[in-house]
């Protein structure tokens, strides 16, 4: 293999906290090898469109504590079009480079393994996305930081669900994987927690606040995420409704607050760790591959390996969430 020496970055998909410092690592530890780093706009689309720049060190200053990502992201059709793709390749040629840090979620790695199966561009993935619903690592960049905004939002909602007496139903993200209201939910003591790996048979919900009620328990939060099968909030509050129409309940959408905000000291952390490795990775050889943190330790997984599927939730958790809210 040839010795790179010019890397290209980019942020795809959905925003994460802590892609920043994904790229402030990718940049820093490039130029610290004497490699030139190329920064990609708006991820595939900026590809294809060749927005693409030469990063200095002084770059990536005073990024590491900021949410969202200065190389913007975004989806693109455009891409996923043998020309797209031919107008990305050659927009790489153009600018010298001759190996990828690509930072973002499933679909990020789905475009790089049909990419690469026509071009060898090496490249490295980062798994970028709040979703924590990737094979190959134990967290992922934003996870942490998505998680700790919704507990924060729940804590305070369970406050005036406490001083109204109320039934609160918390829609979170996660429209394939429900692993932000899985944690948020454990973390914030919620009642029940519907998410899409499960099926959700809503009248075991509605037996369990019938049962809460006799209990004289007044106060219920649900965490629903948005990708359950039943549906969100506005399918779980109008069946409570109909069931208990004497009953308060309210609902509460979260939305995309849960993609903002800085990164938490874990996710800051683990996008240098897996930053610093990619380049490292790179410059060994070893390249198709995502970059994870598998038990406190860096692994690499080959792109087709991580599109295939996530981390199965552990049951375990599953009956812990029924006998803890209890």
């Keep these: 293999m040839n010795k790179i020496k010019n890397i290209g970055v980019m942020t795809s998909g959905g925003d994460s906290p802590g892609m920043n410092a994904a790229v402030r690592a990718v940049v820093r530890t490039g130029v610290y090898h004497g490699m030139d780093v190329y920064g990609i706009r708006r991820g595939y689309q900026g590809m ?22 200065i190389l913007k992201t975004a989806r693109s059709k455009e891409f996923v079009t043998e020309e797209g793709m031919e107008k990305a390749y050659t927009q790489l040629r153009n600018h010298g480079i001759d190996g990828l840090v690509l930072i973002g979620g499933d679909g990020t790695f789905r475009g790089a393994t049909a990419f690469f199966k026509r071009y060898s561009i090496p490249a490295v993935g980062l798994p970028g996305t709040i979703d924590k619903d990737m094979a190959g690592t134990d967290f992922t960049i934003g996870f942490d930081t998505a998680v700790n905004t919704a507990v924060s939002a729940i804590d305070k909602i369970r406050d005036t ?13 996660g429209r394939d994987a429900g692993y932000i209201a899985l944690h948020s939910g454990i973390s914030c003591g919620a009642e029940d927690i519907l998410i899409p790996e499960t099926v959700t048979h809503i009248n075991e919900v509605l037996d369990r606040i019938e049962t809460d009620e ?5 106060v219920q939060i649900i965490v629903v995420a948005e990708g359950d099968d039943f549906g969100g909030a506005k399918e779980v509050h109008e069946s409570i409704v109909a069931r208990f129409p004497k009953l308060d309940v309210r609902s509460c959408i979260l939305g995309h607050i849960q993609r903002g905000g800085a990164p938490s000291y874990a996710d800051r952390v683990l996008a240098s760790r897996l930053g610093f490795a990619a380049v490292n990775a790179l410059r060994a050889g070893n390249t198709q591959v995502m970059a994870g943190i598998v038990n406190n330790k860096v692994v690499f997984t080959p792109f087709e390996q991580v599109v295939k599927g996530n981390t199965p939730i552990s049951e375990d958790l599953i009956e812990m969430i029924r006998v803890l809210s209890v």
């Design 48 to 69: 294809v469109d060749g927005d693409i720049f030469k990063m200095k060190t002084t770059d990536v200053s005073n990024i590491i504590q900021r949410g969202g990502t």
């Design 161 to 173: 669900a406490e001083a109204h007496d109320r039934i609160f139903i918390v829609e979170l993200m």
């Design 214 to 218: 006799i209990r004289k328990k007044t």
